[in-house]
């Protein structure tokens, strides 16, 4: 409870808070506080009179800044801004917050001109107000500072605290020298000694059906006695009966019917008072965790203070044993060099216990909070609780998220990573000096950093925390996706690597190493990286021998090399599919073809055929992707299918031997490769119509279909090695490219009968 005190202190005058106020800010200060840092400003500075002269209220806000705290002084002062406003020395609050206190209005006389004409009074002043903790400047209207909230939740927390503060309980029967309460009696609400409650109170008769509590929990019962209904800042007459969601403030039921919020949302007022009571219990459930951290990470750091102690000892006696070996030139260096060792060791301790006392700052500050927004929570007034509850969710997110990531490391290692070398000869006792001596740390994969995307890998890794010892560069290891030999695919300082061209549907294992002038670190630990999307079950071989597809390892041994058979279905065969996202390829393709839709759409003005490839290639997998036709006039014959990456670019696709495609008009369809066209078949194509190509490795066949049916018979079989999508386009076609899709209908239900 003590480390919820300062939560319980006015910012101003720094005792516990006396008729406490909510500002709009959702801060909290002493009514009289509020009073004394009142500072009067002319009406002519209001935000009314701004508008009227074409100032926003921005303009004064930032006007009303400006004047009230230099950037050279974070405290507060009187209004500046006008030259009848007296300057007044500032002064300290027990807290620290640096306030004015308010100047005395000098005694009104008439002003007159030098001609003797009186002049007019100096204009009406508005009182305007400065939160002390968040700097926000606030006008008050014709109610002042009734126009706020009072903190009933906040005096109700504070009464309890200095309660548990009081002094034990007394009984109220002893006539002479009270003994202290070890019994209170709900009923009869006295508190009782043990010799008076025998005497006045027997268990027995009607007072037997009494319940007897401790003096503390009888304490607080007569707290929690009807909680006094609030009445509406604005309607006083009126009691708080629900919340409007906009303002996030408790209205009355004439301000809904007359007054500002007859337009907003509202809800219930206990509804919301049990949901901002559940939103903070959560929130303080996720702090509650981070100050358990923080405990036991304080623990490691004191246990680290002791570490650091005994290590020093130890590196000091292995130096001076070193150095003792030596003549008398070596005990001159041992000196020079037990002073580094000091001073490394003094550094460290001052790291850590600047550490410590850092966490245990926040520690108490959190621990502070959290007692405190528990008690809030213990309230019964909903009014009271709403008033508060939206900033003390807000202040435990925020603390939460200070002991984020990085604050429970410790910033210092207690190891001492030196060595002394003994080995030069006597000549060289001058030149003696520590040197590194030990190879880096295995390196630490960082595994929210490393993926995978279509056939390439990503991956990120990082010296570990502790390590003192600076590595020069890395090696990363892959192997070839089949569980063989590792192999360098990389040497360098940088710490990410991207590795493209590997095989659709296959699992690399990948790991690192560092090196320095001393030596190569052991490795990391294995990644096991799936290339293209989607994890699926690993197949028994003879589910695979009926599928006529090879068995393929899972990156996480999904089912953990499970040899159950199962029946072949078409959902079956679509988990086993991998899927890739990819799109057009610009670099690639001939200079007449247009894109557009992040590479996904193209269209191409030349009369003659343009040929375009997909940036992604294929060599092992199943893969589907479908194309729609965006624009189509005057019967063109666009193509569509697979080539290898040299294919020609200026005639149609399917022309020379790199290409398998099928090209289609209004009515009819051919399959074409190395200039032979086979296989017409009617049904062309029209504005919106969809062409699916479909890739099968497995099988070693390409298929293609019009509008989700299949256009003929399987187009080529044989397909092998590396195969990218292409299309050719003419005469003003547009297509846009579809990814990522499972294989069709007709697809999967030709593979369930052929097994």
Sequence with gaps: MEEMEEELKCPVCGSFYREPIILPCSHSLCLACARNILVQTPDSES?????????????????????????????????????SAPTTPCQKSPNGVRVFPPTMPAPHQPHHHSSGALLPPPAARNQCLTCPQCHRSLLLDERGLRGFAKNRVLEGVIERYQQSKAAALRCQLCEKSPKEATVMCEQCDVFYCEPCRLRCHPPRGPLAKHRLLPPAQGRVSRRLSPRKISTCTDHELENHSMYCVQCKMPVCYQCLEEGKHSSHEVKALGAMWKLHKSQLSQALNGLSDRAKEAKEFLVQLRNMVQQIQENSVEFEACLVAQCDALIDALNRRKVQLLSRVN???????????????????????????????????????????LQISDALIRRVHLTEDQWGKGTLTPRMTTDFDLNLDSAPLLQSIHQLDFVQMKVPAPPMLQMEECCTQNNSATLSWKQPPMSMVQAEGYILELDDGNGGQFREVFVGKETMCTVDGLHFNSTYNARVKAFNKAGVSHYSKTLILQTSEGPYPRMSASLAARLQINTMPSPLEFLQNSEQETCVSPVDIKKLVAVAWFAFDPGSAHSDIIFSNDNLTVTCNSYDDRVVLGKTGFSKGVHYWELTIDRYDNHPDPAFGVARVEVMKDVMLGKDDKAWAMYVDNNRSWFMHNNSHTNRTEGGITKGATVGVLLDFTRRTLTFSINEEQQGPVAFEGMEGLLFPAVSLNRNVQVTLHTGLPIPGFYSSRASIAS
């Design 343 to 385: 001073k490394e060791h003094e550094h460290k301790l001052k790291v850590v216990r600047d550490q410590i006392s850092h966490c245990t700052v926040k520690l108490r500050q959190t621990t502070g909070l959290m007692e405190y927004c528990l008690e809030v929570i213990k309230e019964n007034d909903p009014s009271g609780f």
């Design 47 to 83: 935000p009314q009179s701004r508008r009227a002269s074409g100032l926003s209220d921005y303009d004064y806000l930032d006007l009303d800044k400006m004047s009230l705290y230099s950037e050279a002084d974070s405290g507060y002062g009187s209004y500046g801004g006008f030259a």
